[in-house]
């Protein structure tokens, strides 16, 4: 069975967000550091990473002086979908669908790592360590779900209690928050559209 990421559903309607943010520039991670002695160090790469996150802080302002339903910092348990766009190497295929997955296009936690904290700067909340779920993608222009034409990042906010559930997704079980409920329905979903039958009857493997 092949599970086709582009036409998976995203985990939660971005319509909703109390925020979304749009940036362009030229994506670059965070997390790789280099001691300079007397006890400084500064991020590796910081001759790129410092105008992205600033790319990013600018777009956050922007989207936050536009957005009039909710008052910034935003408080209280967040959620977080991000998706980065990174420049398809030249050698790629053009013809389908690939995935950066070369050391080249960094590790997805410190993409994210980056965005969290320029949205922090930005004062889209008041610390990252509001965010309690994130979903991070990486994909090329213009292939894949949130997928920008040029390399940039999307980014929706919600607050815990508002990610809401997809269309015509049953009510959550108890204790089970709305968009948890929705993603693992979604994703089930998907599964049964995509997995053929056993001979035996059954679906998957397995004993």
């Known amino acids: 069975m ?17 925020l979304t943010v749009t940036a362009h520039g030229a994506p670059a991670g ?10 400084r160090s500064i991020h590796t790469n910081h001759k790129r990473l410092m105008p992205w996150r600033q790319a990013i802080v600018d777009a956050a302002s922007d989207a ?3 957005q009039r339903r909710h008052a910034f910092p935003l408080d209280g348990p967040l959620v977080v979908e991000l998706t980065v766009t990174v420049a398809k190497p030249k050698s790629a295929p053009k013809t389908r669908t690939t995935w950066p997955i070369t050391r080249s296009s960094s590790d997805i936690d410190h993409h994210a790592r980056a965005v969290l904290d320029a949205l922090t700067r930005a004062e889209v909340w008041r610390d990252d360590s509001q965010v309690v779920e994130v979903t991070a993608r990486k994909v090329y222009p213009g292939e894949g ?9 999307i980014v929706h906010v919600w607050p815990f209690d508002d990610a809401p559930l997809q269309d015509g997704a049953p009510a959550p079980a108890s204790g089970q ?8 329905d979604g994703l089930l979903g998907h599964l049964a559209e995509h997995m053929p039958a056993a001979e035996d009857g059954r679906t998957g493997g397995g004993p």
Request: proline share 11%; glycine share 8%; no cysteine.
């Open 145 to 153: 779900v949130d997928a920008l034409d040029e390399t940039g990042v």
């Open 2 to 18: 092949t599970l086709d990421p582009t036409t998976a559903p995203p985990a939660v309607s971005p319509s909703t967000a109390a």
């Open 177 to 184: 928050p709305d968009h948890v409920r929705a993603s693992l």
């Open 30 to 39: 965070q997390g790789a550091i280099s001691y300079v002695g007397r006890g």
């Open 64 to 66: 936050m002086e536009q």
